[in-house]
Nanobody, 124 residues
Framework: VQLQASGGGLVQAGGTLSLSCAAS????????MAWFRQAPGKEREFVAA????????YYADSVKGRFTISRDNAKNTVYLQMSSLKPEDTAVYYC??????????????????WGQGTQVTVSS
């Protein structure tokens, strides 16, 4: 399984940016996908996740109300719509896929497939 992330870039504070992550490969065995991010000098942190079964959606408190995660089943693609962006949202964003359970949905260890990362820079 390969995950291809795209859509990063430079945006001013308050602006909007969308990311996408497409899963491909034989035997795509994923029932959930997520976005994580890592800022320079900081640890990777959870951003948002979505599960296929039940469509459960999860957000980090820091992005709740500003970011929206969604999916397109037919395209095996997950999107992250980011609005009201802040300079502190600046990071490399990674998409992840796997078969997380409820207790691991917000943890990197819950996913065994990772995309290459895409840079998001928010200027003040």
């Amino acid at each position: 399984v390969q995950l291809q992330a795209s859509g990063g870039g430079l945006v001013q504070a308050g602006g909007t940016l969308s990311l996408s992550c497409a899963a491909s490969g034989s035997g795509v065995d994923i029932n959930g996908m997520a976005w994580f991010r890592q800022a320079p000098g900081k640890e990777r942190e959870f951003v948002a996740a979505i599960r296929w079964r039940g469509g459960g959606i999860y957000y980090a408190d820091s992005v709740k109300g500003r970011f929206t995660i969604s999916r397109d089943n037919a395209k095996n693609t997950v999107y992250l719509q980011m609005s009201s962006l802040k300079p502190e949202d600046t990071a490399v964003y990674y998409c992840a896929g796997g078969r997380p359970i409820i207790s691991t949905i917000t943890r990197g260890g819950g996913y065994n497939h990772w995309g290459q990362g895409t840079q998001v820079t928010v200027s003040s």
